[in-house]
T-cell receptor, first 115, second 115 residues
Framework: DVKVTQSSRYLVKRTGEKVFLECVQDMDHENMFWYRQDPGLGLRLIYFSYDVKMKEKGDIPEGYSVSREKKERFSLILESASTNQTSMYLC??????????????FGEGSRLTVL | AQTVTQSQPEMSVQEAETVTLSCTYDTSENNYYLFWYKQPPSRQMILVIRQEAYKQQNATENRFSVNFQKAAKSFSLKISDSQLGDTAMYFCAFRVRTSGSRLTFGEGTQLTVNP
C-alpha cells in the first residue's frame, strides 16, 4: 500500500514563527502536492512538484514556500506564520504511471494552529 | 479556469437507505476526469470513484455509482445501502487530461449515516 506520512498531526505555533511541515511518501511517486483544507472552501492547492528540485505554484502560494531535495520528501515552509494560516494541511502524491487516472494518495493531514 | 461546486454542505441518511450527493463543474475543456474522494473522520482521504469524460457509461464501484451528465456539467454520487462506515466528508474533484495530476476540488459535503 502507498503510504504518505506527514510528520506532525497537530502543531501550535506563534505568529511570526517559521514552520516546517514535512511529507514523505514510500512509493517512488514523481508528483507531490500540498493542499490546504478549510471548511466551506474545500481543498486548495498551494504548491506542487513534478520532480526533485522542481516546484510550481498552485492557486494560493502566497505566504508559503516548498522544498523538494529528495524524491520521497516534500516540505512546506511558512516563513513567518500568521493567524490566517491556521488550517488543515494535506500532502498528496501520485505517479506518472497513473497519469490517465490522476489518482492522488493523501497523508492524514497536519492541523496547524497559529496563535 | 475550472471550478467545482458542491451545493450541499451537509447531508444525512438512514442506514441501508440510498443518498445522492450533488456536484457541478464548469470548464471549457473537452477531455477531463471527474472524481469523488472520501475523507473519513481523522483518516486519510481516499478515492471512491472516477469518471472519464469521454465515456458515456456511468462508473460504478460496488455500492457507489455516478450520474454523469456532460452537457449539464453535473456529476452526482449515489451511495446505495448506506453503511455507518460511509460517514465522511465527500469531495468532488476535476482534472483536465493534460494537467498531470493537478486536481480542483469542490467545497465538500459532510455525510452522516444514522443507525
Amino acid at each position: 500500500d502507498v503510504k504518505v506520512t506527514q510528520s506532525s498531526r497537530y502543531l501550535v505555533k506563534r505568529t511570526g514563527e517559521k514552520v516546517f511541515l514535512e511529507c514523505v511518501q514510500d512509493m517512488d511517486h514523481e508528483n507531490m502536492f500540498w493542499y490546504r483544507q478549510d471548511p466551506g472552501l474545500g481543498l486548495r492547492l498551494i504548491y506542487f512538484s513534478y520532480d526533485v528540485k522542481m516546484k510550481e505554484k498552485g492557486d494560493i502560494p502566497e505566504g508559503y514556500s516548498v522544498s523538494r531535495e529528495k524524491k520521497e520528501r516534500f516540505s512546506l515552509i511558512l516563513e513567518s506564520a500568521s493567524t490566517n494560516q491556521t488550517s488543515m494541511y494535506l500532502c498528496a502524491s501520485s505517479s506518472y504511471r497513473n497519469a490517465n487516472t490522476g489518482e492522488l494518495f493523501f497523508g492524514e493531514g497536519s492541523r496547524l494552529t497559529v496563535l | 479556469a475550472q471550478t467545482v461546486t458542491q451545493s450541499q454542505p451537509e447531508m444525512s441518511v438512514q442506514e441501508a437507505e440510498t443518498v445522492t450527493l450533488s456536484c457541478t463543474y464548469d470548464t471549457s475543456e473537452n477531455n477531463y476526469y471527474l472524481f469523488w474522494y472520501k475523507q473519513p473522520p481523522s483518516r486519510q482521504m481516499i478515492l471512491v470513484i472516477r469518471q472519464e469524460a469521454y465515456k458515456q457509461q456511468n462508473a460504478t464501484e460496488n455500492r457507489f455509482s455516478v450520474n454523469f451528465q456532460k452537457a449539464a456539467k453535473s456529476f452526482s454520487l449515489k451511495i446505495s445501502d448506506s453503511q455507518l462506515g460511509d460517514t465522511a466528508m465527500y469531495f468532488c474533484a476535476f482534472r483536465v487530461r493534460t494537467s498531470g495530476s493537478r486536481l480542483t476540488f469542490g467545497e465538500g459535503t459532510q455525510l452522516t449515516v444514522n443507525p
